[in-house]
């Protein structure tokens, strides 16, 4: 079946340690990817997006995302993470199906915690 | 900055009874959506708009429909809460065009609890 997968329910890492978040999808064709971010209380924001191009994308907050066409991925990374970064990350991806019906699709999201 | 507002934080209602949830964006946006989060499933579509009076389903609209009367307000209705649809609920809007292909503005939601 067509999904998109984050296989890390949770992480913890310390402020100043790097961080990568993995997110795998299985589509024919490769989709349109996200990532978004749920701050506590907050509703989504986004960080970055891939349609196509280059494979290494910059978002906001230092954050940046490499999409590996061979791997079906698109894991987002930041090379030192602060405390303010502990939320719930979303990996989400828009098919390009033929016939229409191209909805976004979210995984089921990482919590991330962050030890000082 | 875009704003997307929800007419609650927090809601609780008991089972039966006749829900909605409102939601405002003040950008002119054509899209807007309904998601339901929940814990271990991360966001479902619940229905989206694509015009004023315009709906179509998303993957879970069993048990809600939605109203769109003006442009900037898209509202979800529970005709008869059940107990399953305790959730947090999510708006979000966006431009015109290739409908799921940008960025999502999303309200901060609001936590139902039906009892």
């Known amino acids: 079946a067509q999904s998109v997968t984050q296989p890390d329910i949770h992480i913890t890492v310390s402020e100043g340690a790097s961080l990568e978040l993995r997110c795998n999808y299985s589509?024919?064709?490769?989709?349109?990817l996200f990532w978004y971010v749920q701050s506590p209380g907050q509703g989504l924001q986004l960080l970055l997006k891939y349609f196509s191009g280059d494979t290494l994308v910059q978002g906001i907050k230092g954050f940046e995302a490499e999409f590996k066409r061979s791997q079906s991925s698109f894991n987002l990374r930041k090379p030192s993470v602060h405390w303010s970064d502990a939320a719930e990350y979303f990996c989400?991806?828009?098919?390009?199906?033929?016939?229409?019906?191209?909805?976004?699709?979210f995984g089921t999201g990482t919590q991330l915690k962050v030890e000082l | 900055d875009v704003k997307v507002t929800q007419s609650s934080r927090y809601l609780v209602k008991r089972t039966g009874e006749k829900v909605f949830l409102e939601c405002v964006q003040d950008m002119d946006h054509e899209n807007m959506f309904w998601y339901r989060q929940d814990p271990g499933l991360g966001l479902r579509l619940i229905y989206f708009s694509y015009d004023v009076k315009m709906k179509e389903k998303g993957d879970i609209p069993e048990g809600y429909s939605v109203s769109r009367e003006k442009k900037e307000r898209f509202s979800l209705i529970l005709e008869s809460a059940s107990t399953n649809q305790t959730s947090m609920y999510l708006c979000?809007?966006?431009?015109?065009?290739?409908?799921?292909?940008?960025?999502?503005?999303f309200g901060p939601g609001t936590r139902l609890t039906v009892t």
């Open positions: 979000a809007s966006t431009v015109q065009g290739a409908t799921f292909s940008y960025e999502q503005y």
């Open positions: 589509y024919g064709a490769t989709p349109y």
């Open positions: 989400a991806v828009v098919p390009i199906l033929t016939g229409g019906g191209n909805k976004l699709t």
